[in-house]
């Protein structure tokens, strides 16, 4: 059985149809993309699978659970974990405590009562915060607000903070997004990483199609909230519908 | 790591100083009990009697009780509107609710000071769980609002259908009880012990503020201190990682209502008397600008403002000619402040110091100051 799977997920805003009836299946421990233009729908998907929005119609089942109608912080506690598209850090908080909030989910759950303990008593949430900051190359940041982070940084800490949730299945929207080449470069490795050491399944949406095309495992392509091609890199490629909607017409890209 | 070490070495032996170092010990628990061990010992006699300040202050002993009562209730305030990022327009009615139960208690059951208080505590936390269920519903304004509405509904509700209760307008009485049954609160002490301490209600009031100031700095270091700070600064992002924002959001409401009950039983102690003014909205507009005023999130910007507050409203307010004018005064010294330090006067305070320590910063402080204030044309 898939890890994720949606069926006739359907999000209408108003008149307007963001999504329209996708299916979609993710296998443990895979690498899949979500293409598609522009005001395609892609984030409006990952809202609606991690309960930012509820659906207009449609299923959404996360290892045999139907996460419709859950909670964003319960859908996290079953370890689906996300990245925003626009940088949402705690912005007067320091780089190590956005993480930290984040480890401190990831230990404890969704509530404890523990506010007689000081913080710096919890070992596994140092560590966790302290591998999550070296993972990520921002230890030599983590004492500053993250406020004050150039804007590549504060992106990188959009996916760190994602990352300390300890999730099974990771959502990126866009992460390479005002990254420098460097930076992305980086961040394509870390994507690797995660795949391949810390066993994570990837949910991954971005407009390079280049990364896209290197790492995916298969490839999802939305066109006005309907899945018009799905498929391994090499038949997206040459899919003609992809083409059409989104490769720019018959020859480019 | 480094920090810890410099920590430790405060707690043990320290032998290095400077700037650096003294960064790290402020921020130490035992420091911070310490110095409002220090602040209890002391305030009083610098407040209402040193010779040194001025015969204006003099016998102004009473009004230090009222002030450090005052700054347990904007301490408890500050927990949700500074850490949590709650704007609550009607914490007088814990402040109220817990007076009254406290003299109630205290008049029908069993006078005992220390049971007295507990009990107020424990009905500003009852009304707190009834309250947050209500409020926590509701988000930005009419959380405000509809807290200052539940407030309001008290007032009038203690004030004319519960007269047989509470006693309307004339308030409930209480008599003078021995502490444990066995201390007397208005026994005075006489040589030093007297100059500073003066009775045992001081100490009594005192000791209170001693363990909540231990107890918020207990909170703010443990992980609600930081979960607390995450949810007023992105309550998404904080869903979105796993945290049940709903909880945390009660939590500290609860933990509010809480300390200010405390305050609130802790008044009806000092004062031997509960009373409808405790309820009134006006009571609820105070803390605020006690809260805003001294500084928001921080531990001493609470204190600070409810002494500055008080010292307009007892002591300007003394004053020949100026003193008909100490409302207006305060109004525009609250202005003044919090339109150029947003973080209040302690906010003011940690700037200049850091200028002593560096005055290169004192500049660009400055600078940054004036550049943000153009920028948003002054509306932060
Ligand atoms: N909360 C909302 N309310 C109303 N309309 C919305 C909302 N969120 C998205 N939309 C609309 O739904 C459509 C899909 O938006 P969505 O953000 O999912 O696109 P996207 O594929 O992520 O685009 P991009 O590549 O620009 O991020 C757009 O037309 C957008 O305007
Ligand atoms: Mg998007």
Not at chain 1, 139 to 157: E, F, I, N, V
Not at chain 2, 61 to 75: E, N, P, R, V
Request: glycine share 10%.
């Amino acid at each position: 059985m898939a890890l994720l799977e949606t069926r006739g997920l359907t999000k209408e805003f108003g008149g307007l149809t963001a999504l329209d009836g996708v299916d979609i299946a993710v296998e443990e421990g895979e690498l899949v993309s979500l293409i598609g233009p522009n005001g395609a729908g892609k984030s409006t998907l990952i809202n609606t699978i991690t309960g930012q929005l509820s659906p207009t119609a449609g299923d959404v089942t996360y290892a045999g659970t139907d996460l419709v109608g859950m909670k964003p912080f319960e859908i996290a506690q079953l370890g689906v974990g996300r990245s925003f598209q626009t940088a949402s850090i705690l912005p007067e908080l320091t780089v190590r405590e956005n993480i930290q909030v984040a480890s401190f989910a990831a230990e404890h759950g969704s509530f404890r009562v523990n506010f007689l303990r000081r913080r710096d008593s919890f070992d596994a949430v140092q560590e966790q915060t302290n591998e999550i900051l070296e993972t990520i190359d921002l230890d030599s940041k983590a004492d500053m607000d993250a406020q004050s982070l150039p804007y590549g940084d504060k992106r990188r800490l959009e996916v760190a903070i994602g990352l300390a949730t300890d999730p099974d299945l990771l959502f990126m929207d866009e992460p390479t997004a005002g990254m420098s080449p460097t930076e992305t470069e980086m961040t394509v490795d870390l994507i690797g990483d995660l795949l391949t050491d810390w066993g994570m399944t990837i949910f991954l949406v971005e407009h390079d199609m280049d990364i896209v095309f290197d790492v995916s495992d298969r490839i999802f392509t939305l066109h006005q909230g309907q899945l018009i091609a799905r498929g391994t890199p090499e038949e997206i490629r040459e899919h003609p519908a992809v083409r059409e909607a989104y490769l720019g017409g018959g020859d480019g890209a | 790591m480094s920090m810890d070490t410099i920590r430790n070495s405060f707690d043990g032996d320290s032998s290095v100083l400077s700037w650096e170092t003294w960064n790290q010990i402020k921020h130490t628990e035992r420091f911070v009990f310490l110095s409002s061990v220090l602040f209890v010992l002391l305030f009083s006699y610098t407040f209402g009697r040193a010779p040194v300040i001025s015969d204006v202050f003099q016998g102004y002993h009473g009004l230090a009780m009222t002030i450090l009562i005052w700054s347990i209730f904007a301490l408890g305030f500050n927990l949700l509107l500074g850490q949590t990022g709650l704007l609550s327009f009607g914490h007088a009615m814990f402040f109220g609710t817990a007076s009254y139960a406290a003299a109630l208690f205290a008049i029908h059951v069993y006078n005992e000071p220390l049971l007295v208080v507990l009990v107020g505590t424990l009905a500003a936390v009852t009304l707190g769980v009834v309250a947050a269920l209500i409020l926590l519903r509701l988000h930005t304004v009419y959380f405000s609002i509809v807290a200052l509405a539940i407030a309001q509904f008290l007032y009038f509700l203690a004030r004319e259908p519960l007269v047989e209760v509470t006693k309307g307008i004339n308030g409930l009485d209480i008599p003078r009880a021995p502490l444990l049954g066995l201390v007397e609160l208005e026994h005075e002490y006489s040589g030093l012990v007297g100059t500073l301490l003066v009775n045992n209600l001081y100490i009594f009031i005192g000791a209170f503020f001693v363990a909540v100031v231990a107890l918020i700095t207990r909170i703010r270091k443990s992980p609600y201190g930081l979960i607390f700070k995450a949810i007023r600064e992105n309550e998404t992002r904080t869903a979105f990682v796993g945290l049940d924002v709903w909880r945390y959001k009660f939590a500290a409401f609860i933990l509010s209502a809480a300390i200010v009950g405390l305050a609130g039983g802790l008044m009806a102690v000092n004062t031997q008397f509960a009373g409808v003014e405790r309820l009134y909205w006006s009571v609820s507009g105070d803390i605020v600008v006690m809260t805003v005023l001294g500084g928001l999130g921080t531990l001493a910007g609470p204190v600070i403002g409810t002494f500055v507050f008080f010292y307009f409203k007892g002591i300007v307010n003394g004053f020949p000619t100026l003193g008909n004018y100490w409302l207006l005064l305060l109004a525009l010294s609250f202005t003044a402040v919090v339109w150029a330090y947003p973080d209040g006067i302690w906010g003011m305070l940690t700037d200049f110091t850091a200028a002593l320590r560096d005055p290169k910063e004192l500049l660009s402080n400055a600078r940054q100051r004036i550049s943000d204030l153009v920028s948003t044309g002054g509306d932060r």
